[in-house]
């Protein structure tokens, strides 16, 4: 590229485009997964990030076990009800922006489990953006749903993806103060919260 001024105007060096574009071609090639295994699904998910399958040609190879070092949650399994408090705090330790994919049909809708200690679906507890069914998925899944994340975010705008959060971190608020002034555990205020919601004809707690 030829970045000569000439006449006080760049020749060929200046380019001009949305502020929303430039940030979301960043970070959806630079995808930071934090893995939440629990079945199956994490068995597979082994070989997406091993040489055959190689999700670094994505630019999500960085992955980390620490919430506060990750911005994107593959939820690979079976999620019991007492664990709902515990992915919901993992989501709302993790770095901003952030998102969800959920793997496989158990952390998607309960799967085979239709019992009352699995949670049926974790999109009742955190925002999920993509699912991958199959049970378990195979690793081309699994990167489908990548790229379909990236899609996702590439058409996203800034504002859109705050506001999103936002929502959830009201309904960890509602959580809380429900466990203090009830004595309640996380498991007991989350499950009557879902309990609440099916009442109202809701999917979701947040």
């Not at 893995?35 to 399958?53: D, H, L, N, Q, R």
Request: aromatic content about 8%; overall charge neutral; hydrophobic content about 40%.
């Amino acid at each position: 590229m030829d970045t000569t001024f000439r006449g006080g105007e760049a020749d060929g060096a200046v380019m001009t485009t949305r502020l929303d574009a430039v940030v979301n071609w960043a970070r959806k090639n630079s995808l930071w997964p934090l893995p939440f295994g629990t079945a199956c699904c994490a068995i597979e998910f082994m070989s997406v990030m091993a040489s055959k399958y190689d999700l670094s040609r994505f630019g999500a190879e960085a992955m980390r076990f620490s919430p506060r070092q990750s911005d994107m949650m593959l939820v690979l399994g079976t999620v019991t009800n007492k664990m709902a408090p515990v992915i919901r705090t993992i989501y709302a330790q993790m770095a901003e922006p952030k998102w969800v994919i959920s793997v496989g049909v158990c952390a998607s809708s309960g799967g085979m489990y239709r019992t009352y200690a699995t949670l049926q679906g974790i999109d009742r507890v955190i925002p999920v953006d993509v699912y991958v069914p199959g049970c378990p998925p195979r690793p081309e899944s699994m990167i489908y749903g990548v790229m379909k994340l990236q899609e996702k975010i590439e058409k996203e705008s800034l504002s859109m993806r705050k506001d999103h959060i936002a929502r959830f971190y009201e309904s960890l608020d509602r959580q809380r103060e429900r466990e203090r002034a009830r004595d309640l555990t996380g498991h007991q205020a989350v499950h009557e919260m879902i309990l609440e919601a099916a009442d109202r004809g809701a999917a979701a707690i947040f």
